[in-house]
Structures are given as C-alpha cells and as structure tokens.
C-alpha cells in the first residue's frame, strides 16, 4: 500500500510538471539525441506528450514507455534552453522512477544497485578487487591519455577503450581528514565521487593539494558514499534513497562552510536533484537535504569565486589546453567561465576555444552501453571539434566526461591528454 501511494504522489507531481510544456520545439535544436535520429519522439517535446497519458500508457505498453524515455543523456540541453521554464531533467528521472517502480527493477541492476552500490564498503572491497586482475584482460591502447582495450570484455563493453581501475583508489590513500581553516579562514567540505576515487584518484589528489597550499581546511569523512545518480537514472528510487541518506549521514558529523566536488555530474545531482527528488522523505530528511545541497558547490567555482585568484600572463611557449563545457556544469549550474580562470592560474597554458565547447559529449552514463553506436557518433563529433583546435590537452570538470572522451581520442589514435582544470592548476603550485 506505501508503494502504491508513492507511486501515485509522483505519478501527481509529474502531471503538475508536464502542463508548462508549450510543445515550441526550441528543444528540437539543442537535443543531441535529436540531431542523430530527427525522431520526435527522440526530443523533449515528444517525450512530454507521451508522459501525458503515463498511467495508461504503463498499463497498455509499459516496455515501449520505457525505451523512449530512456533514450536520453539527462544532458538538460533541453531544460538550459526552454522559454517556458519546463524542468525536463526533474520531469524524465520522476518518469523513470514511476516506470521502474511499475514493472520492478530488473536481476542485473537490482544486483548492482541494491546488493553493492548501496554498500559502499562492499562496493569498494569488490573494486579494489577487481583491479588486482583487470590486467589479466586488457591490453594498452594509448599511452599519452592511459587508456585500454579488452577482446575479452568486447560482447559486453564493444570496442571502446578503458581507463581502468586505479591501482590505489583515493579513499585507500586518503581514508579520512579534517583539517582546520588556514590562511584562507575557510573550511570546506571534499566529496570526490566515485570515478574521481576509483579511476581518477589523480583528480582528487590535486584537489587537496591546491586546497592545502591556499590554506584551506578540509573534511573529508569516511564512509562516503555514490551520489546516486547511476541509481536515479535507472529508475531506482529505493536505491537512491539510501545513498542519499548515506551521505547526509557522514557529512553531518562534520562543520563547513562549502562542500566541494570536482564532477559536475555530482555537483548537479547534489545541488539540483538532491531537493527535488526529496518530497518523499521525512521533514527532518528533507531539512538536511536543503541545508546540505545550498552547500553544494564545483571546485572551479569555489577557487575562482571564494578564493578570488588572478590567472598570471601565460608563458609565450604556453601548451594549448582546449576546454570542454560538461552539460551538468554549464547548463545545470552555470560554470563555464571558472574552469578556463583554472587553468590560466598555470602560466604553462593557454586556452584554445574548441568549437561547440558546451556540445554533448555522448556519456550519459549507462546509455554509453544501452545506445552505444549513438553515443559514439556524438562522442566523435566532440573528438573532431578537439583535434581541429591542436590543442595538445583538453579539460573538463567532469571525470564522467573524462571517460567518454578519452575513449574517443584513443579509438582515433590521437595523442591529447585529457585532464581536470584542477590537474593543470596543481602542476604549478
């Protein structure tokens, strides 16, 4: 019965959501999803007027509903340019939730989400793991940008190539701190996220050692856990709650006055989704989200906006580094102008505009492996605007992006490294 009413509080809510569509079609320009197939059902608006009969449609075609509402980035591109204001990202994770909450989460995710990422100590036992042995089935690729290939793993994963597992994950290093304010009179709090633990420690490590040489004090608990968004995403609500939880839980031991991430995708779904995907908590849950999320800020920002450095004169021999703009740091957040302030913080580069900077790179998280073919062809229109620019490294603030690009770059051979603006920041310090 509490199921059933969930089911039908968000199956309201979206309905609510659903009515400020004017069906414009301004979305149609900016859908990457749209300039690959030209379907209308590929597009917002589409997708909006099928959610419009949701109840009966879920009864009548369920899968069908599924399959168009899953074949989106969660880019947001669609919500940043709406003249009506309509909230798409809010309105297509509700959708799923009340899809996946219907017809049940399937063996395979359920397994994932519930049985390991749900249990961040398991999860991180089962990946340091798996990391002893990743070499045993993949063999190097490119050895400026670190990637991989695997023939072993192509039936599940394709031809892309890996960045796999570190072989030290940035909680084993770090497994806890709480350092007081320095010079800078700030103490801030630091959520890596998953990729930037597991795969990209380096990113996490460059992060502290900028924070540390401005004298900025730091608390960084244990226990961390997915922001939950690879759970959202696919429609588990349940899963997503507990992460949610997890986290407010360790982060309330701590005092701060921000909390850091260096993944745009994290810094989204902590700010924005966090208090919209929180009616179904209790009141005190739902305080804690809001007080929490207004904390939520991307580490570009906070050193470019709080600390308030100057970027130098670059060097005449200055390396061109070209920027990538992650979706969920421009169009979600509004940052765009602080990565680039990052990077001239390091006289050694000089920014080099790619274009459509701000275009999607084809990740989307899972729709990497639902809708691979897609997400490659738009992953290669972003590796084509890279290489035009000669830019010798390209960087973004998102290690989600990090992993579609670097898997572009080394399917074509190119030689650019891919790097976070905090990277290239740290090398000067």
């Known amino acids: 019965m509490s199921d059933m009413k969930e089911l039908l509080r968000m199956l309201g809510e979206l309905d609510d959501q659903l009515v400020s569509c004017m069906r414009c079609g301004m979305c149609q320009a900016v859908c990457p999803i749209y300039g690959q197939t030209g379907r209308e059902t590929d597009v917002a608006r589409?997708?909006?007027?099928?959610?419009?009969?949701?109840?009966?449609?879920?009864?009548?075609d369920p899968a069908g509903v599924q399959d168009k509402v899953t074949r989106c980035l969660l880019c947001g591109s669609c919500q940043a340019n709406c003249p009506s204001g309509v909230k798409g990202l809010d309105i297509f994770l509700k959708a799923?939730?009340?899809?996946?909450?219907?017809?049940?989460?399937?063996?395979v995710k359920k397994l994932i989400f519930r049985g390991m990422?749900?249990?961040?100590?398991?999860?991180?036992?089962?990946?340091?793991?798996?990391?002893?042995?990743?070499?045993?089935?993949?063999?190097?690729?490119?050895?400026?940008?670190?990637?991989?290939?695997?023939?072993?793993?192509?039936?599940v994963l394709g031809d892309r190539h890996l960045m796999l597992l570190a072989k030290t994950p940035l909680h084993k290093d770090v497994p806890s701190l709480d350092t007081p304010a320095g010079k800078s009179g700030l103490k801030v709090a630091f959520f890596p996220g998953c990729l930037a633990d597991k795969i990209f420690p380096r990113v996490g490590h460059a992060v502290l050692k900028v924070l540390n040489h401005h004298g900025v004090g730091v608390f960084m608990p244990a226990g961390q856990a997915c922001c939950g968004i690879p759970a959202l995403s696919s429609g588990d609500k349940e899963s997503y709650d507990k992460l949610v939880r997890a986290n407010l839980a360790v982060f309330a031991k701590g005092k701060f006055d921000a909390l850091l991430t260096p993944c745009a995708t994290c810094t989204s779904t902590m700010k924005k989704i966090w208090p919209t995907m929180a009616q179904g908590m209790s009141p005190a849950e739902q305080e804690a989200v809001r007080e929490l999320s207004a904390k939520v800020m991307d580490v570009n920002a906070f050193v470019i906006d709080k600390l308030g450095l100057t970027p130098p004169?670059?060097?005449?021999?200055?390396?061109?580094?070209?920027?990538?703009?992650?979706?969920h740091l421009k169009k979600s957040l509004g940052v765009s102008a602080q990565p680039r302030a990052v990077l001239s913080l390091n006289p050694r580069y000089k920014v080099a505009e790619m274009a459509a900077s701000d275009a999607c790179c084809g990740c989307g998280g899972s729709f990497t492996l639902t809708h691979a073919d897609m997400s490659a062809r738009i992953g290669q229109q972003k590796r084509d605007n890279i290489k035009n620019t000669g830019a010798q490294v390209v960087a973004m603030g998102c290690p989600a992006c990090m992993l579609q690009i670097s898997d572009m770059l080394s399917r074509n051979g190119d030689r650019v490294s891919v790097k976070h603006p905090m990277e290239i920041y740290a090398e000067g310090l």
Do not use: W
């Not at 589409?46 to 449609?57: M, S, V, Y």
């Not at 042995?133 to 023939?151: E, H, R, V, Y």
């Not at 390396?319 to 703009?325: K, P, Q, S, W, Y």
């Open 117 to 155: 990422l749900t249990k961040p100590g398991l999860f991180n036992n089962l990946l340091s793991f798996a990391s002893k042995f990743q070499g045993l089935f993949t063999t190097p690729a490119n050895d400026i940008i670190g990637s991989s290939c695997s023939k072993f793993l192509e039936p």
């Open 313 to 327: 004169k670059a060097n005449d021999d200055a390396i061109a580094v070209t920027v990538h703009d992650p979706c």
């Open 96 to 107: 799923r939730a009340i899809l996946t909450a219907y017809m049940g989460l399937p063996t």
């Open 46 to 60: 589409g997708k909006i007027a099928l959610l419009e009969g949701l109840a009966h449609e879920m009864v009548k």
